[in-house]
């Protein structure tokens, strides 16, 4: 197998925004949450604002809008209240807050977004476990204060790369003074635990300076380390570039795995890596049965039968359009989503299960569908190709599974997603 044809797509969620569409007819919020189990839920805040839009990027932010963030403010606070009025048994087991990137909101906003989450959506954020994405340009020393207030349990930060002509070829363009400064003091504060990213695969990377950004970012013992392998989007500069030299991605997965597994991490899934003596938070939410709440534009929902968000776009002018319509919106229907089927539904709890986590309960599974797992076709596939194997109840990805993530996930998308998929038209 082409090792290149191995980075099909990170599927840490399903379906995919491009399988969403207008829905037929709007539906009310209290119809969509009827049925659900609104007592083991995951709440989650989208902000859309970026200070950089990396050359990588394909989510759903702008970079340095000049002005709206008041407004969006007030949206955000209308759809969390619209949530605590309509649906007041929602209770929530965990959250994150993401983006974009959260900080790059100043001080007051930043203060006023945590309050929607936690007074007004009514997270419990000192007492439930959460995570809070950040960068190294808009981190600062008042926001940690904020962030240790609130009782956030982890910070994840981007560091991509620990050499600057790295991170310039990725049109993320970051001084090292910066970063230095940033992880300092994340590392050094009363939040409980941290995360820093790397990505592999970039253009003139090599193995030592692969190795170096592994040896900088282990000096700080942060709690987790993932490592990205680098996507493009198509028809982008970065793209081109990329594509005139050899694709190292899997020999510098390998390099950064062995490295981590030797210096006191163990492996929780492709990306993740977790130190030995920081056991996984355990509580009721799992991500393979149970719904989540979004707020914000650009914020997914799910429930069992019906995923749905805001519109999706990948360019300025149309992530632009979303935000500032979402400014105007009315949050007590959903439009815009897709439907989930029993196929979907299987689908979704192996993806979630393997992809997102790297185990999959054999009892949960024939607890949720009535059947045993090992009756379907595809699973018995990925033990015929020595990717998956079984321990004691609990299915779980093989090393050579877990290096191949990538494209299982996309392996085990139904045709009819595949297709909605493919005729999506991104703007």
């Known amino acids: 197998m082409n090792q290149s044809n191995i980075y099909q797509q990170y599927a840490y969620s399903y379906p995919h925004k491009h399988a969403y569409r207008k829905l037929a007819q709007p539906i009310n919020l209290q119809e969509v949450w009827k049925n659900e189990d609104n007592a083991n839920l995951f709440a989650y805040m989208h902000i859309p604002f970026c200070s950089v839009r990396c050359g990588f990027c394909n989510l759903f932010t702008i970079s340095n809008p000049k002005d709206g963030t008041d407004r969006f ?3 955000l606070n209308k759809e969390a209240l619209t949530y605590r009025d309509l649906l007041p048994d929602l209770q929530f087991e965990e959250y994150a807050i993401g983006g974009g990137t959260p900080t790059f909101l100043d001080e007051k906003a930043f203060e006023s977004m945590l309050s929607i989450f936690a007074e007004n959506l009514k997270v419990n954020t000192k007492d439930k476990y959460g995570s809070i994405e950040a960068s190294p340009n808009t981190i600062n020393a008042e926001k940690i204060a904020l962030i240790e207030t609130f009782g956030i349990d982890r910070i994840s930060m981007g560091v991509q790369s620990w050499i600057e002509e790295e991170t310039k070829l990725l049109g993320r363009p970051q001084q090292l003074s910066k970063v230095k400064f940033a992880v300092e003091n994340i590392a050094k ?4 635990e941290f995360n820093l990213d790397l990505i592999y695969g970039i253009h003139q990377q090599t193995e030592q300076t692969w190795i170096y950004s592994l040896e900088r970012t282990l000096n700080y013992r942060p709690t987790e380390i993932y490592l990205y392998p680098l996507y493009t989007r198509p028809l982008t500069g970065l793209e081109k570039m990329q ?11 390998r390099i950064g795995r062995d490295f981590l597994l030797e210096n006191g991490y163990h492996q929780v899934s492709m990306r993740c890596f977790r130190r030995t003596d920081k056991p996984l938070h355990k509580n009721n939410y799992k991500s393979s049965i149970h719904g989540m709440v979004g707020i914000g534009s650009g914020a997914r929902s799910y429930t069992k039968n019906l995923h749905y968000s805001t519109n999706y776009a990948v360019s300025r002018k149309a992530t632009k359009e979303i935000i500032h319509a979402y400014g105007e919106a009315s949050f007590e229907q959903v439009r815009y989503g897709i439907f989930l089927d029993l196929e979907e539904r299987v689908r979704r709890f192996i993806i979630k ?4 986590g790297g185990s999959l309960d054999m009892q949960l599974f024939e607890t949720e569908f009535n059947f045993n797992v090992i009756e379907l076709d595809i699973i018995n596939q990925l033990f015929e190709q020595n990717w998956i194997m079984e321990n ?3 299915i779980q990805l093989t090393n050579e599974g877990m290096e191949k993530e990538d494209l299982i996930g996309p392996m085990l998308f139904t045709p009819k997603v595949k297709e909605l998929m493919k005729k999506f038209q991104l703007n």
């Open 73 to 75: 403010l007030e949206a």
């Open 189 to 192: 504060s009363k939040v409980p």
């Open 243 to 253: 594509n005139q030299g050899d694709d190292i991605r899997l020999k510098l997965y």
């Open 353 to 356: 299960s393997l992809i997102d």
């Open 392 to 394: 004691g109840g609990i």
